[in-house]
């Protein structure tokens, strides 16, 4: 099977899981629109991160802090002076490149025996400059100084802002975490490979509030943690699955310690998530910026100290295309394209399909889509032969048909078929409701 993302990126938009932004108007770059079943999955991934999060750790709360903030909060982060790429124009074509493309130890290059890759001229290139990341805007109606806002690069800052509130009102004791998911905006030079890296995308981000000294082995184990959640929450193959440590050169401006989760999608190995040790550079530079006092105090042994922060954070449309990615699979002996799915992920759970239009049978179909539809989201279809009705949910990835049939009125029994196997199984109808809870 050859796994493009081309046609990862065709079956998004004819099952409806993602669509260009402002198609109608020829796109918008690097925006995408979640469709019906794109929105339902995304919720499903994100409902158990935050699970995972904030219900089966009893130290981790969540917040939902603002998409603009105080722009003194982003000097005191470091991403109004630090949060740069480096960006190189050719010349004789105008195509734009981030440098570290070209090599990594892009400063050491000599630019002008640089071959643009888009018009293969060489010695056009522009010697590097750097392009700071995040969008700016104006509050209020008048554009003048001192009404610039950012939109935020990232959702941690509204935790570190906040984290004294939420401390002081849940009265957490370090260690403790407050986890968050919201979107975040970064002009990206190059946005490509379809979701994976846009303008717009959704973090979730946990910030995990710890004693300095035991900064090292809370980091080893939130490391673990999170690369279990791959395997078993969201059923990646673990073989598509690796950590990469980043070297000193590419440790950003707050980290003592970085490692990314990694996924081998179609145009390889790329980051899904980040585990950073960023010590106590956040909540410092707010002291110094606020000059409020952020220190924590800890009672039992008297003693005041500035946190050391771990945090993972992910991407949640990166989240998406790894269980895209990693589902998409070409049936070549029954000719069809599957979205393997685990159920707990699939968008819809069930297809109902009376298997004519007649008889009684989709009134028979209607009265079980009144029994299932209290517990999970499915959907009726009538158009079309079987077959094609069990291939276009194949492709959208949904676990199960059921097909009422004749038999049905006579026995209140129908066909249970499943997506990945084509098995049918004959099931009562007040089994149902229990046999695909057994499975999600
Ligand atoms: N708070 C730390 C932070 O933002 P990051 O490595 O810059 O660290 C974390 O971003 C995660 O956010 C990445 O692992 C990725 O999943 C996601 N991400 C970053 N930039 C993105 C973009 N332009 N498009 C989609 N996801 C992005």
């Not at 004294?164 to 004791?173: D, E, N, S, Y």
């Not at 999608?265 to 010590?279: A, K, L």
């Not at 129908?414 to 999600?440: A, C, F, G, M, Y």
Request: glycine share 6%; charged share 30%; proline share 4%.
């Amino acid at each position: 099977m050859n796994k493009t993302i081309e046609k990862i990126v065709s079956l998004c938009k004819r099952r409806g899981f993602i669509f260009q932004s402002s198609d109608i108007y020829g796109g918008f770059s690097a925006v995408y629109d979640y469709g019906p079943l794109g929105i339902e999955l995304k919720n499903n991934i994100s409902q158990l991160w935050w699970k995972e999060m904030t219900q089966t750790h009893e130290n981790i709360v969540g917040l939902d802090s603002g998409i603009l903030m105080h722009p003194k909060i982003w000097e005191a982060s470091g991403h109004v002076g630090a949060f740069n790429d480096p960006l190189v124009d050719c010349k004789q074509c105008k195509a734009r490149y981030r440098a570290d493309e070209f090599s990594e130890d892009f400063n050491s290059l000599d630019w002008t025996e640089i071959k643009c890759p888009n018009c293969g001229t060489t010695g056009k290139m522009t010697e590097p400059r750097q392009f700071n990341l995040m969008f700016k805007t104006h509050v209020g109606p008048v554009e003048e100084t001192g009404t610039e806002a950012f939109l935020r690069p990232e959702t941690a800052q509204g935790i570190y802002v906040n984290y004294q509130l939420v401390q002081g009102a849940m009265r957490m004791k370090i260690p403790f975490g407050i986890a968050q998911i919201g979107k975040a905006f970064r002009n990206e030079i190059i946005a490509r490979n379809f979701i994976f890296r846009t303008r717009e995308f959704e973090q979730m981000e946990m910030q995990y509030f710890v004693k300095p000294g035991t900064d090292d082995s809370i980091m080893k184990e939130w490391k673990e943690k999170r690369f279990q959640f791959y395997l078993d929450q969201l059923c990646i193959v673990e073989k598509k699955l690796r950590y990469k440590e980043h070297g000193e050169n590419e440790l950003a401006h707050y980290a003592k310690e970085a490692w990314d989760i990694e996924y081998e999608f179609p145009f390889g190995w790329s980051e899904i998530e980040g585990i950073h040790n960023r010590t106590d550079y956040d909540l410092s530079r707010h002291e110094e910026f606020s000059g409020k006092n952020l220190n924590y105090f800890d009672q039992p042994n008297n003693e005041r100290f500035l946190p050391y922060i771990i945090e993972t954070s992910a991407g949640l449309n990166r989240m998406l295309l790894t269980v895209l990615a990693d589902a998409y699979w070409e049936d070549e002996e029954n000719n069809r394209v599957v979205m393997k799915l685990h159920p707990r992920l699939a968008p819809v759970k069930a297809v109902v399909c009376p298997l004519v239009k007649k008889d009684g049978l989709p009134e028979k179909a209607r009265e079980i889509m009144d029994i299932l539809k209290p517990h999970f989201k499915i959907v009726y279809d009538q158009q079309g032969s079987i077959g094609k009705r069990y291939y276009r949910q194949d492709e959208a990835g949904t676990p199960f048909g059921i097909t009422v049939d004749h038999q049905s009125s006579e026995d209140n029994t129908v066909t249970l078929r499943h997506r990945d196997t084509q098995k049918q199984d004959r099931v009562s109808i007040d089994k149902l409701v229990n046999t695909i809870q057994e499975n999600i």
